[in-house]
């Protein structure tokens, strides 16, 4: 249902009591709020992030290298405490202009080349950057590549119907309201059905390989399957509905590389759950 008393003014202003529960950590500029550096640790890869759905994608990426014996791909990953504010320091906002979790720096050329370490933002390119650099989880076949990449940017511009659209007028927002909840309902139902229909058909999104489609996309969809995203979300869409998707999902969050990535920068849950800063695998046996 619409609020009767708001009528939107002529020009737009910021307002710090509005928002609901992320109000403190969204606003209307970019740029750094004070200085402070980035954590560096002693692997070619330093991952930035938060074990959120978006995190957790590119999390898997680096777990899923070093499963498939890509030493080279070891990385530290450093919590990024995003209601603290750590995403608005300059130190981060050096490698994502955006503030916005997961971001990496790529410091594997410099030794050898005298090159400047590779800034790599968004979650997406940070996929596409690892999986590219190591011959891995995207096809080199011009059409199976061109499936994958296809369905990695589905994902990406999905997201935000899902997580800023449905999730935040469903779970956050303030007040309840009628209309953006079903706008975003049915949306998020709408990709459900997307996937579900691809996944009758295949056992993976681009086809019969695992990729980084799959990568990107399970950490969204699977914890609707499982119940653990946005309260009662799963019941009130109906998410047993999409029988090939929980098939999918129950599937990619078994991985032994996805059961750790889903570990790595997380500080809530249950115990042994959590490796807040990631430096080594011995950090999981110590959770």
Same mark, same amino acid.
Not at 4 to 33: C, H, K, L, M
Not at 111 to 119: L, M, N, Q, T
Not at 187 to 214: C, H, M, S, W
Not at 236 to 263: C, G, T
């Given at each position: 249902?619409?609020?009767?008393?708001?009528?939107?003014?002529?020009?737009?202003?910021?307002?710090?009591?509005?928002? &609901?529960?992320?109000?403190?950590?969204?606003?209307?500029?970019?740029?750094?709020?004070?200085?402070?550096?980035?954590?560096? &640790?002693? =692997?070619?890869?330093?991952?930035?992030?938060?074990? *959120?759905?978006?995190?957790?994608?590119?999390?898997?990426?680096?777990?899923?290298?070093?499963?498939?014996?890509?030493?080279?791909?070891?990385?530290?990953?450093?919590?990024?405490?995003?209601?603290?504010?750590?995403?608005?320091?300059?130190?981060?906002?050096?490698?994502?202009?955006?503030?916005?979790?997961?971001?990496?720096?790529?410091?594997?050329?410099?030794?050898?080349?005298?090159?400047?370490?590779?800034?790599?933002?968004?979650?997406?390119?940070?996929?596409? =950057?690892?999986?590219?650099?190591?011959?891995?989880?995207?096809?080199?076949? *011009?059409?199976?590549?061109?499936?994958?990449?296809?369905?990695?940017?589905?994902?990406?511009?999905?997201?935000?119907?899902?997580? &800023?659209?449905?999730? =935040?007028?469903?779970?956050?927002?303030?007040?309840?309201?009628?209309?953006?909840?079903?706008?975003?309902?049915? /949306?998020?139902?709408?990709?459900?059905?997307?996937?579900?229909?691809?996944?009758?058909?295949?056992?993976?999104?681009?086809?019969?390989?695992?990729?980084?489609?799959?990568?990107?996309?399970?950490?969204?969809?699977?914890?609707?399957?499982?119940?653990?995203?946005?309260?009662?979300?799963?019941?009130?869409?109906?998410?047993? /509905?999409?029988?090939?998707?929980?098939?999918?999902?129950?599937?990619?969050?078994?991985?032994?590389?996805?059961?750790?990535?889903?570990?790595?920068?997380? *500080?809530?849950?249950? /115990?042994? *759950?959590?490796?807040?800063?990631?430096?080594?695998?011995?950090?999981?046996?110590?959770?």
């Amino acid at each position: 249902m619409a609020d009767p008393t708001y009528t939107p003014p002529e020009v737009w202003t910021y307002d710090s009591e509005s928002g &609901g529960r992320f109000a403190a950590i969204n606003r209307p500029t970019a740029g750094a709020q004070r200085e402070e550096e980035l954590p560096k &640790g002693e =692997h070619p890869h330093q991952l930035y992030s938060l074990a *959120t759905p978006n995190g957790v994608k590119a999390n898997i990426i680096f777990e899923e290298l070093l499963e498939a014996g890509h030493s080279d791909a070891e990385y530290d990953a450093w919590i990024i405490n995003i209601g603290e504010g750590v995403q608005f320091t300059s130190g981060f906002v050096d490698i994502n202009p955006n503030s916005k979790i997961p971001a990496m720096v790529d410091y594997s050329g410099v030794d050898h080349s005298g090159s400047a370490p590779i800034r790599v933002f968004e979650s997406g390119a940070i996929l596409m =950057h690892m999986a590219e650099k190591f011959g891995k989880f995207l096809p080199t076949d *011009t059409a199976a590549r061109a499936e994958t990449l296809s369905w990695l940017f589905w994902q990406v511009g999905s997201a935000p119907f899902i997580g &800023g659209g449905f999730g =935040h007028f469903y779970a956050y927002a303030p007040e309840k309201y009628e209309y953006p909840i079903n706008r975003y309902a049915m /949306e998020t139902k709408r990709l459900f059905d997307v996937a579900n229909n691809r996944l009758k058909e295949t056992q993976f999104l681009a086809g019969d390989e695992y990729t980084i489609a799959d990568m990107a996309a399970a950490p969204w969809l699977a914890p609707f399957v499982s119940g653990d995203i946005y309260g009662e979300a799963k019941k009130f869409l109906s998410i047993h /509905e999409y029988e090939a998707v929980e098939r999918w999902a129950n599937e990619i969050m078994s991985r032994p590389a996805v059961e750790r990535a889903k570990m790595v920068n997380r *500080t809530w849950g249950e /115990e042994g *759950t959590n490796v807040p800063n990631r430096h080594s695998a011995d950090d999981f046996s110590k959770a």
